[in-house]
C-alpha cells in the first residue's frame, strides 16, 4: 500500500497570504488528523476528521481550518498567514482508533 | 500544559550501548502510548506502542517499559546503532484520535 502523501512538500507564503495544504491518506484508512510541528512547541495537535466530520480539535485559533473529502482526502487552509505559522504540517491517517501513519509533512515558511 | 513530559532533550550513546528515554504524563484518561522515530525531512515512523495493562513490550531491539502507578514510561534502545540516530518522541493518547506529544529526544549514536 502507498503511504500518506502530503502537497506541496515545501512552500514560500509572505504574510497575510492564505495557504491550502493537500492529505492523500492511506488506502482504507478513514481518519485524518493534522499536526504543526515547530522548533519551539514541538509537535501539536491540530484537528481531525473522519468521514467527512471534525471529530476532535487543538487549541488553535480559527485561522486554521480544515476538511475532509468522501474519498477521506483531507485538505488544510490557513487563512491571514503570521510568521509564527512557519512549520512543518503533518497529516497522519488512521483505520481505527491506535496507530496513526504520518505522512513525510509540508514544509511552510512564511516571510 | 504540557500533558507529556520527555527526558532527556538529547543524548549520546556509543555504539552498542543502551540508549534510555523516559516520559511522564498527567491525564489518567490516557490509554495508548506509542513511540515514533523521526528522521530529518521525513515524518514520524511508528516504533512501538504499549497499552496500560502491560508493564513490558519489546520487539526486536526496541523495549517499552510502563509504569501505571508512577505514570511514567520509556523507550530502552538496545545495541544502538548510528542508524539510531534520530529524534524520538513519545506520545500519549486518550478516547479519540488525538497525540499529545513529549518535546522530543534527539538520539546520536557515535560508531
Known amino acids: 500500500k502507498a503511504g500518506v502523501t502530503q502537497t506541496p512538500r515545501y512552500l514560500i507564503k509572505t504574510r497575510g497570504q492564505q495557504v491550502t495544504l493537500s492529505c492523500s491518506p492511506i488506502?482504507?484508512?478513514?481518519?485524518v488528523s493534522w499536526y504543526q510541528q515547530t522548533p519551539g512547541q514541538g509537535l501539536q495537535f491540530l484537528f481531525e476528521y473522519f468521514s467527512e466530520t471534525q471529530r476532535n480539535k487543538g487549541n488553535f485559533p480559527g485561522r486554521f481550518s480544515g476538511r475532509q473529502f468522501s474519498n477521506s482526502r483531507s485538505e488544510m487552509n490557513v487563512s491571514t498567514l503570521e510568521l509564527g505559522d512557519s512549520a512543518l504540517y503533518l497529516c497522519a491517517s488512521s483505520t481505527n482508533q491506535e496507530t496513526q501513519y504520518f505522512g513525510p509533512g509540508t514544509r511552510l515558511l512564511v516571510l | 500544559q504540557q500533558q507529556v513530559k520527555q527526558s532527556p532533550q538529547s543524548l549520546i550513546v556509543q555504539k552498542g550501548g543502551i540508549s534510555i528515554i523516559n516520559c511522564a504524563y498527567e491525564?489518567?484518561?490516557?490509554?495508548?502510548f506509542p513511540w515514533y522515530q523521526q528522521f530529518p525531512g521525513k515524518g514520524p515512523a511508528l516504533l512501538i506502542a504499549?497499552?496500560?495493562?502491560?508493564s513490558e513490550k519489546k520487539e526486536g531491539r526496541f523495549t517499552i517499559s510502563f509504569n501505571k502507578s508512577a505514570k511514567q514510561f520509556s523507550l530502552h534502545i538496545m545495541d544502538s546503532q548510528p542508524g539510531d540516530s534520530a529524534t524520538y518522541f513519545c506520545a500519549a493518547k486518550a478516547a479519540g484520535n488525538k497525540l499529545t506529544f513529549g518535546g522530543g529526544t534527539r538520539v546520536l549514536v557515535k560508531p
Open positions: 488506502s482504507g484508512h478513514r481518519s
Open positions: 504499549i497499552r496500560p495493562d502491560v
Open positions: 491525564n489518567t484518561a490516557f490509554d495508548y
